[in-house]
């Protein structure tokens, strides 16, 4: 069982940063795939990044690529989303997720994890 803790979602001008956390507590946090969705109102969840276990490998969705950055810190049991370049079409409630055994080719599928956080919201302003 791992239980997931969002943090660090606010209001932000567009074009600022924000960088989400997301703790982990629980048994073998080092061995999961993380990953980062997005809700929007009236929308489908949406892939935003994922990692996987050891940090080595990333994988962005189209929107976000070259202005999100997900890390992990297995020692602290945290992974990271550091966000740039904010847009309003950013605006949405941020969640966390970690699933396992994940392989690279399900890390966008919402379906493929098997825990959730409660989400942080995250809103630009234009």
């Known amino acids: 069982q791992v239980q997931l803790v969002e943090s660090g979602g606010g209001l932000v001008q567009a074009g600022g940063s924000l960088r989400l956390s997301c703790a982990a507590s629980?048994?073998?946090?080092?061995?999961?795939?993380m990953g980062w969705f997005r809700q929007a109102p009236g929308k489908e969840r949406e892939f935003v990044a994922a990692?996987?276990?050891?940090?080595?490998?990333?994988y962005y969705g189209d929107s976000v690529k070259g202005r999100f950055t997900i890390s992990r810190d297995n020692a602290k049991n945290t992974v990271y989303l550091q966000m740039t370049g904010l847009k309003p079409e950013d605006t949405a409630v941020y969640y966390c997720?970690?699933?396992?055994?994940?392989?690279?080719?399900?890390?966008?599928?919402?379906?493929?994890?098997?825990?959730w956080g409660q989400g942080t919201q995250v809103t630009v302003s234009s």
């Open positions: 997720a970690a699933g396992q055994p994940i392989t690279p080719r399900g890390w966008t599928g919402h379906g493929n994890y098997d825990y």
């Open positions: 990692i996987n276990w050891s940090g080595s490998r990333t």
């Open positions: 629980g048994r073998a946090f080092s061995t999961y795939t």
